[in-house]
């Protein structure tokens, strides 16, 4: 029977998936060793050693990162990865300005930081109107 043994390839594991009503079918999920290697690409760039960076600079670097992540992992459904995903990386984001900023100007600085990450709270949206909204910042 097709996917009772879940394999990787090219940085996606395929395996049995479900949709809602339970029917079952073949699909993709980014493998867990994708999905860490995206955490530890955040981590590394939110590090207490890259607090000397704009916070443009950053969300620049952050959009790029998402977007490509996301834009290669965009096929199948995933929408609790999506969230828990979003969370890691706004969690990175707010204990960096808190680093930069100190706990009396983070509150502030967040609006404005995520007002140029351009994502209200949701990844899927960030693809096309990151870049226009770090632009228009810029």
């Known amino acids: 029977k097709a996917g009772a043994e879940p394999f990787q390839f090219l940085g996606y ?7 809602y009503d339970g029917r079952s079918y073949l699909g993709p999920t980014p ?12 981590r590394e760039m939110t590090d207490c050693s890259q607090t000397l ?27 609790k990865l ?3 995903l979003d969370d890691y990386l706004w969690w990175r984001v707010a204990g960096w300005s808190e680093r930069k900023h100190g706990w009396r100007g983070n509150r502030l600085r967040m609006r404005d930081i995520k007002k140029q990450l351009a994502w209200g709270r949701s990844i899927p949206a960030l693809s ?8 228009s910042v810029q």
């Open 13 to 19: 594991t395929f395996g049995t998936q479900y949709v």
């Open 31 to 42: 493998s867990a060793k994708s999905v860490q290697k995206y955490r530890d690409t955040i």
């Open 53 to 79: 960076k704009s916070a443009e600079v950053l969300a620049t670097q952050l959009n790029r990162v998402t977007r490509g992540f996301w834009q290669y992992f965009g096929l199948g459904r995933f929408a």
């Open 82 to 84: 999506r969230t828990d």
């Open 128 to 135: 096309m109107s990151a870049q226009n909204a770090v632009s």
